[in-house]
């Protein structure tokens, strides 16, 4: 009975204690008042919003030492501890939250696609349902503004750099060989397939410096972690078939896809100007496995086998049988990462990537077997002080072996082989200094063994919010990058080429409507050259070369004002000029076009349950050099031109047809001219135009999904 | 003595009753909620978490009207943070009660949230996950109305697009009603409405239905 009393007492008593008053205004930064935020004493019931001028008042019967917490939506919770009598009229400053999406973004140079990124110039669905594109989305980063059409060769000419200034990633290690082999004047494709992936950043200039071994540009592919569900993915197309499959487990989960294309039976309907002695054909698989470690671990293992095989030959000037032209080319990729959060905030990423690259070519009557062995280690750790300021660092290695027998028609044999093994380390700090102000300081260094060099890039960007929908940014970078393995298999003796970028970008944002402008300058130091028609073992090779791009790229996105249809406009301007390879003097470099422009539409009809595509390129001409007039890269050709449309239908939620044409028009266009090497008898060098392997390509595919989820297809993978 | 204790027994009773401040507070937010104070309900709920750490209604609720009030929203930045927030409290409900139900319910409003201000850009990477939301959900609750509701709401939503007949989604909507009817309504606070709706998108459904 006593102890029911004191129970009693207690809990009697515990409701008579006194009452403190808790009291204040919570403003921003500036001082002006915020209404509405939500002011209470941790672990207990007391508390109350903010009124109209930021001020709050509650009472508490609790006692002692207690936390006061501030939190308002768009801003950092704010805490403080002290003994209740003390907080009293307190003035409280909200830092802001740099972490929103109206927060001023560091993006000078680089296009975001995917669910994450803050502003989004392609959104997912648009690097498949791009006319023109043929579901490469290689294709589709070519309607953004920064790269030149070259329509014969298919790859990625970025502000005035050749194809292979701009490197691949995926999950932040190196793609090797990312582009299928062709033969001469047929646009490539990537070996990748899209629907692995779920955000794609194009960095057309000044990234960070995480990234090296690229002089002009990174295209970084992120995998998905988690797919969805489980699914079959069955393809019908007029070139090929395919199939995928999805299974997951509780931790695990494997994705595999297996493609194969023959264009024979294409070529019998539709014959190009090349002579195909064996079409193209090409098998490929991919394997995807991802397992979760612990709460946050990820770890990812990718593998890609893909052969080529084609014989085919081709027209030539100086020779009338044509050039005939043989390729066997085997390739493996293998990337494996793993990411996770560290105590503290630390957090883990590192990787492996080795590729094994097989080619085995006939040209004429010569017969060459590459092979190329290729790794990348790396290990990046990065540190979460606050939002405000994070630190990343790391180190990495690449391994590039190279072995090429050359076996001629009087059966000479030729080897040549080099190892080119490069160091690197890199920091980056990510500030924010408030909302409206963030930087990227960074800087690199790295040692390459092949030609006992050490370089240092130093990088930095700069972005303020200059309005509520705009901000400015500035970006500066030194790249380095090593010299080609064509060039390397014949000779070290080198330094790594080099380029600067300097960039200023304008950006405005509203409501569905993106603009862009980006002006830049870029200065090619180092380049390679070599005083013979091509790079050969005989020739004179330095790195005298050099030059320069300077340009402006605008882009404009609305998706608001013309109801279901989403358009975009880029134009790029680029003037440019550089001395390298076996050139004379500095000159425009045949695959630089002075003006390129897109505008892609995609139209949705509900009631056709379609999307319709359009999509038009134009691409100022190229130079080429005429040897009946005086002087070097001193002409132009005509213009490019080319209207590409597509239609999907969706038949029922899991299967589509798909109808593709590019240039409808079938408008001639023209890749360049060849010229004989020896003048006629009137003097006259004959020429021959180089055009497209065909004007118009059709594309009909039936792409059929077999999942759980019934409104699943393969509109992402088209 | 007999009096003593009977009077000390009322005052118990009363202290006790003025001890579950639980009930009160969580009263109080609902009352909020009803009156469009969705801000006020929030924060309400939000306090309440912060006491009752064992308990996933509160910061479920908290969430959810954060979620709900997040439809009528027009500025992406002003979606996304509250979307975030929201996010954050359904993490927290998520680590209390895992594979909760209804947890997962407002796991997929989340996203259809994101989806309803922009198909374009979300639908594609989202409205898979809700799928698999609803998929899960199912197999750990095949008798959970809410659940058998919202995907046979998802699931029209599809249908409607794909202009194919709505009704063997409506017959899903009558068995969630059969379901609510069914329900034991033990826990107090527990997010047991949605017949309401149920009856409203049946009756859609019918009327529908009949014209085709």
Redesign the interface.
């Known amino acids: 009975m006593k102890q029911l ?1 004191f129970l ?1 007492f207690v ?2 008593t ?2 008579l204690f006194a009452q403190t008053t808790i009291s204040g205004i919570v403003t921003d930064k500036k001082g002006a008042p915020i209404s ?1 935020a ?1 002011v ?1 004493l ?6 109350t ?1 903010t009124i109209d001028n930021g001020t709050f008042t509650f009472t508490t019967e609790e006692t002692g030492e207690q936390t006061l ?1 501030v ?1 308002f ?2 801003f950092e919770t704010y805490s403080t501890t002290n003994l209740v009598k003390n907080l009293q009229n307190l003035t409280i400053k909200l830092k802001e ?1 740099v972490n ?3 927060a001023v973004i560091v993006n000078a140079g680089a296009f975001k696609a995917g ?1 994450n990124a803050k502003v ?1 110039a392609l ?3 648009d690097v498949v349902t791009t006319a023109g594109a043929m579901g490469d989305f290689v294709g589709a980063l070519q309607t953004l503004p920064g790269t030149s059409n070259v329509a014969e060769d298919g790859r990625l000419f970025v502000r005035g750099g050749d194809a292979e200034e701009t490197q691949i990633f995926v999950d932040g290690m190196r793609v090797f060989s990312p582009y299928s082999p062709t033969a001469n004047s047929i646009p490539t494709r990537g070996r990748l397939s899209t629907f692995l992936f ?1 955000g794609i950043t194009f960095s057309t200039g000044g990234y960070s410096a995480e990234y090296g071994q690229a002089l002009s540009s990174v295209l970084l592919l992120n995998s998905i972690d988690e797919p ?2 489980e699914r079959t993915d069955i393809s019908l197309m007029t070139v090929g078939l395919g199939i995928g499959n999805t299974q997951k487990w509780k931790k695990n989960s494997l994705s595999i896809n297996a493609s194969y294309i023959n264009l024979q039976p294409y070529q019998e309907l539709y014959p190009d100007n090349n002579e195909w002695h064996k079409p193209v054909q090409s098998f490929g698989g991919e394997a995807v496995y991802r397992h979760k470690i612990n709460t946050n671990g990820l770890l990812k293992l990718y593998g890609a086998f893909s052969t080529v095989n084609f014989d085919v030959t081709q027209q030539d000037i100086n020779m009338q049988e044509g050039i005939r032209f043989g390729m066997k080319n085997r390739n493996l990729y293998f990337n494996a990462s793993y990411k996770d959060f560290l105590k503290n905030d630390w957090s883990i990423q590192t990787g492996l990537s080795y590729a094994n690259d097989y080619s085995d070519l006939d040209i004429i009557d010569d017969s060459v077997q590459d092979t190329e062995n290729a790794a990348h280690l790396k290990l990046k750790l990065s540190k979460f002080y606050n939002s405000r300021f994070r630190l990343n660092f790391g180190a990495e290695y690449f391994i590039t072996s190279f072995n090429e027998d050359y076996t001629a028609l009087n059966e000479d044999t030729y080897n040549y082989t080099f190892n080119n093994n490069i160091t690197a380390s890199f920091a980056e700090a990510n500030i924010f200094f408030s909302k409206k102000l963030a930087a990227n300081i960074g800087l690199r260094g790295e040692y390459s063994s092949l030609l006992n060099e050490f370089t240092a890039s130093p990088r930095a960007s700069v972005a303020y919010k200059s309005g509520a929908n705009s901000q400015v940014s500035l970006a500066y970078g030194q790249f380095y990058q090593n010299p080609k393995n064509e060039y390397l298999k014949f000779n070290t003796n080198f330094s790594a080429e080099n380029t600067s970028h300097l960039i200023a970008n304008y950006q405005y944002v509203k ?2 409507q993106i603009f862009r402008a980006e002006a830049y300058y870029k200065d090619y130091n180092k380049l390679v050259k070599y005083n013979t028609e091509q790079p050969l073992p005989t020739a004179n090779y330095s790195n005298n070369g050099g030059g320069f791009a300077k340009g402006l790229d605008i882009f404009w996105r609305d ?1 608001k004002t013309i109801k279901n249809t ?1 358009y975009w406009v880029s134009y790029s301007y680029l003037d440019t000029e550089r001395d390298y390879k076996n050139y004379p003097t500095r000159a425009t470099p045949s695959f630089a076009s002075q003006h390129n422009a897109s505008v892609v539409l995609k139209h949705f009809i ?1 009631d056709l ?1 379609s999307q319709v595509g359009l999509s038009y390129n134009f691409a100022s001409g190229r130079n080429y050099t005429d040897p009946n007039k005086s002087g070097f890269l001193n002409s132009k050709a005509k213009n490019y031109n080319a209207v590409n449309a597509n239609w999907a239908y ?1 038949i ?2 899991q299967k589509i047809l798909y109808f593709s044409v590019s240039n409808v028009f079938g408008t001639q266009n023209v890749n360049g001219y060849q010229f004989k090497n020896q003048a006629n008898t009137n003097g006259i060098f004959e020429s021959r135009t180089i055009k497209p392997a065909a004007d118009r390509f059709f594309f009909v595919g039936f792409f059929w999904t077999i999942s ?5 297809n393969q ?2 993978n088209l | 003595m007999k009096k003593i204790a009977i009077l000390l027994a009322f005052i118990c009773v009363t202290s006790l009753s003025a001890q579950t401040q639980y009930e009160k507070g969580m009263t109080k937010a609902f009352e909020l909620w009803k009156n469009n104070e969705s801000a006020k309900a929030v924060q309400m709920f939000e306090r309440i978490s912060s006491v009752e750490k064992d308990n996933w209604l509160p910061p479920y609720y908290a969430a959810t009207v954060e979620i709900i009030s997040a439809f009528d929203i027009k500025d992406e930045a002003e979606l996304t943070a509250k979307l975030n927030k929201a996010k954050t409290l359904l993490d927290a409900a998520d680590k209390l009660s895992e594979n909760n139900p209804e947890i997962l319910m407002s796991y997929a409003l989340l996203n259809t949230a994101y989806i309803a201000f922009d198909g374009q850009k979300y639908g594609m990477t989202l409205s898979g996950k809700n799928v698999a939301i609803y998929n899960k959900a199912l197999a750990i609750a095949p008798n959970n109305p809410r659940v058998v509701l919202g995907k046979a709401e998802w699931d029209m939503g599809a249908a409607k697009f794909f202009g194919q007949p709505l009704e063997p989604f409506c017959k899903d909507v009558k068995k969630a009603i059969e379901l609510f009817k069914k329900e034991e309504q033990t826990i107090k606070f527990y997010p047991y409405s949605g017949l309401e709706r149920a009856k409203e998108i049946l009756e859609n459904c019918e009327k529908k239905s009949s014209q085709n």
Do not use: M, Q, R, V
């Open positions: 009393f009693l809990l009697t515990c409701s509405g939500n209470y941790d672990g207990t019931y007391d508390g919003a917490i939190s939506i768009s939250d929103t999406l109206d669910e989004t959104k997912p669905l779920k969805e569900e409501n569905k998706n989403e509900s349950k969706l029922s939620p759980d989820n019934k409104k699943d509109l992402d």
